[in-house]
């Protein structure tokens, strides 16, 4: 069946058994013990979603490295520069809900692109670590209001992109410990020189009054699910949590760690209901039709729908 194309709509939306045909031959470069590592508390891929949903994805972004490549030379050629032998790092943004399970795609994402021999080198850099530290956080009030846009000191996320972007040979950003529930003191990620770089995060699809990092995207992927659905998931991992995460006596939550499951849920649920949620509905959700790609998840995790911007 050909891909269904909406009339007047820069959007294409394709089922998984139509998506999954634009693999054509790309082949699967991951094992399952691969998969084990990638794969976040909760989540339930398998390999065959990594074939049908992730192989498709990893050649159409492949195809769109080298054209946009191109698309920056003619700019230079324009300038009358010399761009020879100057790649510029493709960024891609993966944005979603807490608990959508951004970090797996975007772990899944980076090992397949780097199997690709024309972008070898992909990072992958995560927001939280542009997170306010947490006395600037209650210095601010936002203490409740973790992961909603004021928490992040945003125009260091700018300069962050902007710097890898530019191709500086080394650039740092901060990194954040769930376990500490805080920025870690001294401690770094540096990104040296990236044919791609993946920013993922609550919020990386912001538009703003001027210049964000959406803005500096070359591709960007919205993990999509029901509400309903994303809340269930946020409390299944948090009962799981009490027995990883939060056993560690370094753990922030830590005293949720022998919490009886009624009690855990309530706890969850609270958070989901006065932070994750409202997070979601007024902040992440609204950025959804910015994205390139909707990856669209059923209540078990599957993607089952794909939703494209062609235009
Ligand atoms: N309180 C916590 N302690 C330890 N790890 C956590 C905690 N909350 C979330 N995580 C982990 O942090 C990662 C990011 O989670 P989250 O921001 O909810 O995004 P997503 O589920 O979309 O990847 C996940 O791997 C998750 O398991
Ligand atoms: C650290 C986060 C804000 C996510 O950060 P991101 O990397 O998506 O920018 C989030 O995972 C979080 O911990 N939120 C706080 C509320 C909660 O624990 O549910």
Request: charged residues 30%; hydrophobic residues 40%.
């Amino acid at each position: 069946m050909a891909p269904r194309v909406r009339e007047r709509s820069p959007y294409v939306e394709l089922q998984r058994d139509q998506w999954r045909e634009l693999r054509r031959s790309t082949p699967l470069p991951l094992t399952a013990e691969e998969l084990d590592r990638l794969r976040g508390l909760g989540e339930q891929i398998d390999l065959n979603e990594v074939a049908e949903v992730y192989l498709p994805l990893s050649r159409l972004i492949n195809l769109q490295v080298a054209a946009r490549q191109r698309l920056y030379e003619a700019t230079t050629t324009f300038l009358g520069e010399d761009a020879h032998g100057t790649k510029v790092p493709f960024i891609i943004g993966i944005a979603g809900s807490v608990a959508v399970g951004k970090s797996t795609t975007a772990r899944i994402l980076r090992t397949l692109l780097a199997r690709w021999p024309d972008h070898p080198r992909v990072d992958l850099v995560t927001t939280d670590g542009f997170l306010y530290p947490r006395a600037e956080l209650v210095r601010r009030g936002l203490m409740h209001r973790k992961g909603f846009p004021e928490s992040y000191d945003r125009r260091a996320l700018l300069r962050f992109v902007t710097e890898v972007k530019s191709g500086a040979e080394e650039v740092r950003a901060p990194v954040y410990s769930h376990l500490a529930y805080d920025i870690l003191p001294g401690e770094e990620q540096v990104v040296r020189r990236p044919d791609i770089l993946i920013l993922e995060g609550l919020n990386v699809l912001q538009p703003g009054p001027r210049l964000t990092v959406s803005d500096l995207f070359d591709f960007s992927i919205y993990v999509d699910a029901h509400t309903a659905d994303i809340e269930q998931w946020y409390i299944e991992r948090f009962l799981k949590l009490r027995h990883t995460a939060f056993s560690d006596p370094a753990s922030h939550f830590h005293h949720f760690a022998n919490l009886p499951d009624d009690e855990a849920r309530a706890e969850a649920r609270h958070l989901w209901k006065t932070i994750n949620e409202p997070n979601l509905i007024e902040n992440i959700r609204p950025t959804r039709p910015r994205a390139t790609l909707v990856l669209r998840k059923d209540a078990d995790h599957s993607i089952n729908r794909v939703r494209l911007r062609k235009l």
